[in-house]
């Protein structure tokens, strides 16, 4: 649901552990949009334009925000980290994704399909809901799992990102931290302290990403 700290986002990184069985058919991994309907101003998106690859869009008024990754970045039925930091105010080359795997740190592309920072102002999205795993018109539910989703009002550095992929834990800046799935399907906490909890629809329960202790 709506939470003050995740509106018009100006600047920030939000990265999640996921393993989507598709990704050859566009998957909503992260939305701020407004329910029943196609509105959305954030997206994070699994398989926008082509098959695997990764793709965050933040609406603008005149040209919109967007960087989106080469083909084939995401591997399927896969535990895969996927990050992105945007900041509105920064250049093309400060909107950044970075993916890593189990084994292997994340890193960020050598080449991007798409590095615009975009121009105009951002609408507002204080009245969207921030949704998990889907789009506000139910019509991109992620297909696979997903593990912890965090969320940052600050963009993180590389490092710092490399840090969190293996031991997810809050920081400066934090607004958003969820184990999905740790609390089974009921109600999901907000670990960040901010009280960003969210209800689930629709979701079973898996085996989670294998990382670390919760608070290690």
């Not at 970075?98 to 084994?103: D, M």
Request: with cysteine; charged share 10%.
């Amino acid at each position: 649901g709506p939470c003050a700290l995740l509106d018009n986002m100006t600047v920030g990184t939000i990265w999640t552990w996921v393993s989507s069985t598709n990704v050859t058919t566009g998957r909503r991994v992260y939305q701020k949009g407004v329910v029943g309907t196609d509105s959305t101003t954030v997206n994070l998106t699994i398989r926008d334009t082509n098959n695997g690859d990764i793709a965050f869009t933040y609406q603008r008024a005149t040209t919109s925000l967007t960087v989106r990754s080469n083909a084939s970045l995401i591997t399927a039925a896969a535990w895969n980290f996927t990050c992105v930091v945007w900041d509105e105010a920064g250049t093309n080359a400060d909107q950044i994704l970075y993916r890593g795997s189990l084994t292997v740190a994340a890193t960020a592309p050598g080449s991007y399909a798409s590095q615009v920072v975009g121009s105009g102002s951002h609408p507002t999205d204080a009245a969207a809901a921030a949704i998990v795993g889907n789009k506000a018109n139910d019509g991109n539910p992620m297909t696979g799992s997903m593990g912890t989703i965090q969320i940052w009002n600050r963009r993180l550095s590389a490092a710092e990102i490399v840090s969190q992929q293996f031991r997810p834990r809050t920081s400066s800046g934090c607004v958003m931290f969820m184990r999905l799935g740790l609390s089974g399907t009921g109600t999901q906490l907000d670990r960040s302290g901010n009280g960003n909890t969210g209800a689930v629809t629709g979701a079973t329960n898996g085996a989670d990403v294998p990382l670390g202790p919760v608070f290690g």
